[in-house]
């Protein structure tokens, strides 16, 4: 055996291997996880991206307790402080133990040998085919490395590199997932027990607790005093039982996805600090804020929800919240319908080509328009109509019937295409699979993108402060009328969530069926959106504009003005205030802006002897379904009309009385025509539709009557669409 000892010790004496240095090693060193930082450098959340092994950061020696370090010196190399990487002694024991057959306790590697085999996979360690001559190879190794390394850190890389139990690698992730602590707070039995696994990371637990139970005997003199050894087999029990995945972080709200998305973004990968633009109070708040809400909506089946909030001149994003911190779905990214949340743009659209003012008068009369799938029929939220509404009433109040025949009068092309420039790019289908209906969200969008676009609108129409999309003076006039409570009241009221302390534009939308609510707005400095609904698509109950997102949307936005207020912006160049009255007064009296050369002082209505009649309702070649659930009496069509003074309805050839007064209609199946006809018996407008369903028993003639009462019939399929959005 002498003989071999000083064979090894001559030829690690000349021969020398290229060895990486300890600052190499430690460079190379990745934690399987990503950390996330605020803009503070406060850690928002750490994600595993690297599923091949458990590690987190590196940690230094003077970082782990050293008990630690003496049990493992102990267990695996009690001579290591004198040795030069090979412990002849040892090797000679080993030797004459394997001779002689007796057991070992211990093997002949060094801690600077088991260290060359994790840095060099040649050299580690296998099940089969452990030989001498890999002995010699890491003997070699070892010489080299206690030629340029110090003792403090080959024992630190140690163990660091080592593997503890699974996919545990490295006392960082040993420590935590084991015993829940970080190694600096290891005590005597647990660093037992870590001790004890670096010879057999898959031993059973019984084996394990044995080993380490021996070893903490051994060091009895050296350690404080510890529990007899029916604590130390409790204690491996309930480490193994510990889950060997992430430690959990306080939730944020930020998914996993983002974390890794964001990390690609910044070229970086496993183990690297990805610094965001987030705050990490406001997220805390908003994550807080929104779980509040969300189960104050439980009962209403709401279930989830996202929150952005971005900085309006740099365009940071301060605030991430992708769900509430529930899962990982990221509702900032899907895809949901964007209800009435489309509409200023819409509006913006109508002022910057001078097609409307903010005191134009909108016809908010029921429409039927054809289109190649049936009649699209838009409704107001409340199904209700006003006859007529300015477009600062119809934008505020979040009228869809108005939104409609603005969109007609801009162009559905234009709109389009205007939208995908403010960077929706979701909207992928040309604009006739989008229809009328684009005008009240039905194209699906995603609250970042939403966000953003509501961001150029704060911004006076310049996108990441340098392209023009909006015009100036028509993004001041919407985002005058998105922040003026007054116009709002019409359909809200005058105190609502909407209604913040200190200047700010907002606009809420609801998609058909209730599935998603939205509320984005903006003050002088943040513009924040907000979502709740499903992400499995299902319907809210009774969730409206003011209820569902927007209460989330105000705390976020008080939070972020709690110490300074919010101005609203300065008029930009060509923009004059103008008094403009209403004849007849469908509408206060009030100050309005307009874009220079557009201002008017007064907004007459045609009176009605003066309008080009024409039927309303029902609109020619519809189809009216009778409801089998509404008993016959109760089911009414209400006839209405445009400009029907001095005329009357006729029915099928029977008169149907004064089409100024409206009349409503006892329904039969079949086809019929409703004229508007004049004193000289005249037609002057006539519509052709149908009505399908089953006659009542003993229903055998239509019946008239001059009161307006509700219409109790529902609109559905063959080619009728209701197509409506709520607010």
Same mark, same amino acid.
């Given at each position: ?88 002694? /040892? ?103 870590? /001790? ?33 050894? @029916? /604590? ?12 060997? +995945? ?33 705050? /990490? ?16 909506? @439980? ?6 929800? @996202? =929150? ?5 001149? +740099? ?24 209800? +009435? ?281 519809? =189809? ?104």
């Amino acid at each position: 055996m002498k003989i071999l000892a000083w064979l090894l010790l001559l030829v690690a004496l000349t021969v020398h291997a290229a060895v990486p240095t300890p600052q190499e090693v430690k460079a190379a060193w990745r934690s399987s996880d990503t950390t996330l930082l605020d803009r503070h450098g406060e850690i928002l959340a750490t994600v595993r991206v690297d599923m091949a092994g458990r590690r987190l950061g590196w940690v230094a020696l003077d970082d782990i307790s050293p008990t630690l370090g003496r049990a493992v010196l102990q267990a695996e190399d009690q001579r290591f402080m004198e040795h030069g990487g090979i412990d002849f002694q /040892a090797i000679g024991k080993a030797a004459w133990d394997n001779l002689f057959g007796q057991q070992r306790t211990r093997g002949a590697s060094t801690i600077t040998m088991q260290l060359a085999g994790l840095l060099d996979p040649k050299l580690a360690p296998r099940s089969k085919g452990r030989t001498w001559a890999r002995k010699w190879d890491q003997a070699l190794a070892a010489r080299e490395l206690e030629a340029g390394w110090n003792k403090r850190q080959i024992l630190e890389a140690y163990l660091n590199l080592a593997s503890y139990r699974g996919e545990l690698q490295g006392i960082g992730a040993a420590a935590r997932n084991l015993f829940g602590k970080a190694p600096s707070g290891l005590d005597a039995g647990e660093a037992a027990i870590l /001790a004890s696994l670096l010879r057999a990371p898959t031993a059973p637990p019984r084996t394990v607790a044995k080993r380490a139970c021996a070893l903490a005997r051994e060091l009895a003199g050296e350690l404080e005093p510890r529990t007899d050894c @029916a /604590a130390i087999e409790w204690e491996v029990d309930a480490a193994f039982a510990r889950t060997a +995945s992430a430690p959990a972080s306080a939730p944020t709200g930020v998914t996993p996805q983002f974390v890794r998305r964001l990390g690609g973004a910044v070229g970086s990968s496993s183990g690297s600090v990805v610094r965001s633009t987030l705050d /990490a109070s406001l997220q805390r708040f908003a994550v807080a804020t929104l779980r509040r809400h969300l189960a104050e909506l @439980a009962e209403r089946n709401v279930g989830d929800g @996202a =929150v952005i909030v971005i900085d309006n001149a +740099s365009g940071d994003v301060l605030a991430y919240v992708a769900n509430g911190g529930a899962g990982e779905v990221d509702g900032v990214t899907a895809l949901r319908q964007a209800g +009435s949340t489309l509409k200023p743009f819409l509006y913006e659209l109508a002022l910057e080509r001078g097609q409307l003012t903010a005191a134009s008068l909108l016809d908010d009369t029921p429409v039927d328009i054809p289109t190649v799938g049936g009649l699209y029929v838009p409704q107001n939220y409340d199904h209700q109509y006003r006859d007529a509404a300015s477009v600062r009433t119809s934008l505020a109040g979040s009228l869809n019937v108005p939104a409609v025949r603005t969109l007609m009068l801009t162009g559905l092309e234009r709109f389009h295409e205007r939208l995908r420039l403010l960077g929706i790019t979701s909207l992928t289908e040309a604009p006739e699979f989008y229809g009328w209906s684009l005008a009240l969200g039905s194209g699906d969008v995603s609250l970042l993108e939403l966000a953003h676009a509501y961001r150029t609108l704060a911004n006076g129409g310049v996108q990441d402060g340098k392209r023009r999309v909006l015009d100036a003076r028509a993004s001041f006039i919407v985002a005058d009328i998105l922040s003026d409570r007054a116009a709002r009241s019409t359909t809200f009221g005058l105190s609502n969530e909407l209604a913040t302390g200190f200047w700010s534009a907002v606009k809420t939308g609801t998609s058909k069926d209730m599935r998603d609510n939205w509320c984005v707005g903006f003050s002088d400095r943040y513009t924040v959106g907000v979502w709740v609904g499903n992400f499995d698509g299902g319907s809210m109950w009774d969730v409206s504009g003011v209820s569902g997102a927007a209460p989330v949307w105000r705390d976020v936005m008080d939070y972020l003005h709690r110490d300074r207020p919010s101005r609203p912006p300065a008029a930009p160049p060509g923009i004059v205030r103008q008094t403009v009255r209403f004849a007849p007064a469908v509408e206060p009296e009030r100050g309005e802006w307009f874009v220079r050369g557009t201002e008017v002082a007064l907004v007459e209505m045609l009176p009605p002897a003066k309008r080009a009649p024409r039927i309303v309702y029902p609109a020619a070649d519809s =189809v009216i379904a009778l409801d089998p659930d509404i008993p016959a009496p109760l089911q009414r069509v209400s006839l209405r009309a445009y400009g029907g003074a001095g005329l009357r309805w006729e029915l099928d050839g029977a008169n149907a009385g004064p089409a100024d007064r409206g009349a409503t209609w006892a329904p039969l199946p079949g086809e019929h025509e409703v004229k508007l006809v004049g004193e000289d018996g005249r037609a002057v407008a006539a519509a052709r539709f149908e009505v399908r369903g089953a006659a009542a028993p003993g229903q055998l003639a239509s019946t008239f009557s001059t009161s307006t009462g509700g219409s109790a019939i529902r609109s559905s399929g063959n080619g009728v669409n209701s197509g409506e959005s709520e607010r």
